[in-house]
């Protein structure tokens, strides 16, 4: 499929039900929750070994709910949105083989495939990008009432996905800006009010991070740099 049908075609509207599928909590909720518990086995974890491996399954199911939060901005996001839910889906079936997020890592360090097109490790490398990218979305959102989503959402697609996108792909999410959701109206699609929606987004901001650093950490001790 062409990379602009992602953006035209009349299946990408966000539907309000979505939410309700991802059970008790709102969405934003039940994201930093999941994050909590990642950050906080990752900080247990290192204190008790220093050899600490992250599960693989944990860390896809709760990588997966980001995927609801792609879906509430929109068609500016709707191929981010494909591409990242794909990517979580075949890491998430790799889990029963691989077990933690280290060992899908060495197998293609092993066979050096890590920069294969379609190696576990490129599709981590992808997942992490989406995960940083709403991290840095809400930190620009919360950063002042003035900040339109539009805005945050443009200067967090520039520092962390425009490096690694083709022309056409920044086209299209660029086109795609103009269509984004008003802060009012992403508040009413997330059910949440401006002061608990800060509240969620700021406990995914934190505890995203620590695992963001585990994730690069698990290049870099490798040899393996972070710029592709």
């Given at each position: 499929?062409?990379?602009?049908?992602?953006?035209?075609?009349?299946?990408?509207?966000?539907?309000?039900?979505?939410?309700?599928?991802?059970?008790?909590?709102?969405?934003?909720?039940?994201?930093?929750?999941?994050?909590?518990?990642?950050?906080?086995?990752?900080?247990?974890?290192?204190?008790?070994?220093?050899?600490?491996?992250?599960?693989?399954?944990?860390?896809?199911?709760?990588?997966?709910?980001?995927?609801?939060?792609?879906?509430?901005?929109?068609?500016?996001?709707?191929?981010?949105?494909?591409?990242?839910?794909?990517?979580?889906?075949?890491?998430?079936?790799?889990?029963?083989?691989?077990?933690?997020?280290?060992?899908?890592?060495?197998?293609?360090?092993?066979?050096?495939?890590?920069?294969?097109?379609?190696?576990?490790?490129?599709?981590?490398?992808?997942?992490?990008?989406?995960?940083?990218?709403?991290?840095?979305?809400?930190?620009?959102?919360?950063?002042?009432?003035?900040?339109?989503?539009?805005?945050?959402?443009?200067?967090?697609?520039?520092?962390?996905?425009?490096?690694?996108?083709?022309?056409?792909?920044?086209?299209?999410?660029?086109?795609?800006?103009?269509?984004?959701?008003?802060?009012?109206?992403?508040?009413?699609?997330?059910?949440?009010?401006?002061?608990s929606a800060e509240n969620e987004m700021r406990r995914y901001i934190r505890t995203s991070l620590p695992v963001i650093k585990y994730i690069d950490n698990l290049y870099t001790s490798r040899g393996i740099t972070l710029d592709w």
């Amino acid at each position: 499929m062409d990379i602009f049908s992602y953006f035209t075609t009349s299946d990408n509207s966000f539907e309000d039900d979505e939410f309700e599928d991802a059970g008790e909590g709102t969405a934003l909720s039940l994201i930093a929750d999941a994050f909590e518990e990642l950050s906080n086995s990752i900080k247990t974890g290192n204190i008790k070994d220093a050899s600490f491996e992250l599960d693989l399954k944990p860390f896809c199911e709760a990588c997966s709910l980001i995927s609801i939060l792609f879906g509430s901005l929109g068609i500016a996001f709707k191929f981010a949105e494909m591409e990242y839910t794909s990517k979580v889906n075949d890491l998430l079936d790799a889990s029963t083989v691989y077990g933690t997020l280290s060992k899908v890592i060495d197998c293609d360090v092993k066979t050096d495939t890590v920069q294969a097109a379609e190696s576990l490790t490129r599709k981590l490398r992808r997942v992490r990008q989406g995960l940083d990218l709403i991290r840095e979305l809400f930190q620009n959102f919360l950063s002042t009432d003035d900040y339109s989503l539009k805005e945050a959402a443009s200067s967090a697609y520039k520092q962390v996905c425009a490096p690694y996108h083709t022309w056409a792909v920044r086209t299209a999410v660029s086109a795609g800006m103009c269509a984004l959701p008003t802060r009012d109206q992403l508040l009413l699609n997330l059910n949440e009010t401006d002061e608990s929606a800060e509240n969620e987004m700021r406990r995914y901001i934190r505890t995203s991070l620590p695992v963001i650093k585990y994730i690069d950490n698990l290049y870099t001790s490798r040899g393996i740099t972070l710029d592709w």
